[in-house]
């Protein structure tokens, strides 16, 4: 373990999660470590360049500490699933007055992004999507940051501690987004996942890792029980969407804003996610197989038009379990807001027991 472990040293254990797709920018992420929380910028999608950018725009605005998260390459998907999706899909976005894109696997930029976090690294860099062997971990130790990982199983948990990761990020299936386990296996049941409060006690009887909690965590009594629950932390993301400094869509916001179910879907990007439902993911989970980035760059630009034209029922609207509870505060006032409600949740729940 390193010295100086960032969650001792942060005022306030909220971790603002990375929101990859647009929602994080410099501003939102700068707001929640000058505010005392860990503010992270999202590297997936970015150019390492445009990573870069964001990473000396955050640093500008803030002196607190700051954490880039990057997505971790899988493999490439056999093309005859994703072109039967690709058949059905080019006839709903013809309806829609739209395209489809080309089917393309990359490695999201891997080499140049870890190359950057290597050579100017902040203080924590997280992983998602997979784990990073041991010599990845190493590196980004030696270059003097903390590497978190995103484990969604015991049994991740546990891969995750013997390549040598810092922190273990425990993300549970109430999560918005992706989720950010180390494979998308089609054959395991989408339903099967664990939910954060059954994850983090698993993993905390099997690891003295320091633990940060993900999924479902929207109000101070939440961030409360991930702490009663062992967590050093909690990482809100669908608790952010809506503050100003986040660059989220209006489709979104106001999606989010609303009271509405939300489902696990491959639909919009071949990998399994969390989203408010609409029509596109309600018709096309079924059919969707388990392609990313395959699937992604299939509906791209289908995507594109409809968040254009402000049409919610062909965009993905990631969100976790609980954005119906989501404000417009201030990314800021929030991290107070939600501190000081977990002190009086604490409190009371403290008072209980006596
Ligand atoms: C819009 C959106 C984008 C996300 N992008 C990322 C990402 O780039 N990297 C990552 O590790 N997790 C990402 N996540 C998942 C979060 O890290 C976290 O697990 C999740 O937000 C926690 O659940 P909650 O949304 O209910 O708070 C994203 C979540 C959302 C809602």
């Known amino acids: 373990m390193i010295a100086h472990v960032i969650l001792d040293r ?11 797709g647009g929602p994080t920018t410099p501003q939102l992420a700068a707001a929640v470590s000058s505010a005392g929380g860990l503010g992270f910028l999202a590297g997936g999608y970015l150019s390492a360049g445009a990573l870069r950018d964001q990473i000396a725009s955050a640093r500008a605005m ?3 500490p700051l954490g ?7 493999l490439p998907t056999a093309s005859g699933s994703v072109d039967e999706y690709a058949a059905r899909l080019s006839a709903a976005a013809a309806l829609a007055g739209a ?7 990359d490695d999201d930029a891997w080499d140049a992004k870890l190359a950057l976090v290597l050579e100017d690294p902040v203080s924590v860099t997280s992983f998602t999507f997979g784990c990073p062997d041991s010599s990845v971990i190493d590196a980004v130790r030696s270059a003097g940051s903390e590497a978190w990982v995103t484990v969604t199983t015991p049994a991740e948990a546990a891969q995750a501690a013997s390549v040598g990761a810092d922190v273990l990020i425990t993300q549970g299936m109430e999560a918005g987004g992706h989720r950010g386990g180390f494979t998308d296996d089609p054959a395991v049941d989408a339903f ?3 939910g954060l409060l059954s994850l983090l006690q698993l993993v905390a009887a099997q690891t003295e890792l320091p633990l940060v909690a993900a999924g479902g965590i929207t109000t101070g009594a939440g961030v409360a029980s991930a702490l009663a629950a062992g967590a050093r932390a909690a990482q809100l993301g ?4 809506r503050s100003p400094e986040a660059g989220t869509t209006q489709v979104q916001r106001d999606a989010v804003a609303r009271p509405g179910a939300t489902a696990m879907t491959r639909a919009f990007t071949g990998r399994l996610a969390r989203g408010i439902r609409n029509q596109f993911l309600d018709e096309h989970s079924q059919a969707a197989p388990a392609a990313y980035p395959e699937v992604h760059y299939l509906t791209a630009p289908l995507r594109a038009a409809a968040r254009s034209a402000g049409n919610p029922e062909l ?3 990631w969100a976790g379990q609980t954005h119906e509870l989501t404000s417009e505060l201030p990314a800021g006032e929030l991290v107070a807001r939600l501190a000081s409600e977990a002190r009086a949740a604490l409190a009371a729940a403290s008072a209980r027991m006596s």
């Open 99 to 105: 395209e489809i894109g080309q089917p393309r696997f």
């Open 238 to 241: 669908t608790a952010f969407l």
């Open 62 to 64: 803030t002196a607190g």
């Open 68 to 74: 880039v998260n990057l997505f971790v390459p899988g």
């Open 315 to 317: 965009v993905n609207l």
């Open 10 to 20: 942060i005022d306030v254990p909220i971790v603002l999660a990375p929101l990859a």
């Open 192 to 194: 099967a996942g664990f």
